[in-house]
């Protein structure tokens, strides 16, 4: 997740934005995360982790990378499928938010996501907030 964050997440912001970032979505934060009843899930090749997706308060796409070496393969929609149809299972009816980083608004749009409202800035990192309606 570190180097996919820098290449793709804070590779624009200001360094102290950059570190924070990195910080706050580090190993010991993901432990807390998961302990705090995050779901991830996980897609596996033989070389190790493709990717991941987390799903926060059963309705919120917190985290989804995928390794640079995988992309354009599916990961992304199929840990969006298995996510979706989990969160689904434990009562979402099918309405989703996430805040898109500018590189992976594409992907996000053509799962079906749409934007909310224009890109914002919070602590020195831009996004796009955006909402997926399958109800």
């Known amino acids: 997740m570190r180097s996919l964050s820098n290449e793709f997440i804070v590779h624009d912001c200001s360094p102290v934005a950059a570190a924070s970032f ?65 969160a689904i299972e434990k009562g979402n009816p099918g309405q989703f938010t996430v805040n898109a980083s500018n590189y992976a608004l594409s992907a996000y749009e053509a799962m079906g996501f749409v934007r909310t409202a224009p890109v914002q800035c919070k602590k020195g990192i831009t996004y796009n907030p955006m909402q997926f309606d399958g109800t």
């Open 22 to 86: 990195v910080r706050e979505n580090d190993e010991h934060a993901i432990r807390a995360f998961v302990r705090a009843g995050m779901a991830y899930h996980v897609a596996e090749k033989e070389q190790g982790i493709a990717g991941f997706i987390a799903i926060r308060d059963n309705k919120h796409v917190f985290h989804m990378f995928v390794a640079k070496a995988h992309h354009r393969q599916g990961i992304a929609k199929a840990l969006w499928a298995v996510a979706r149809q989990a």
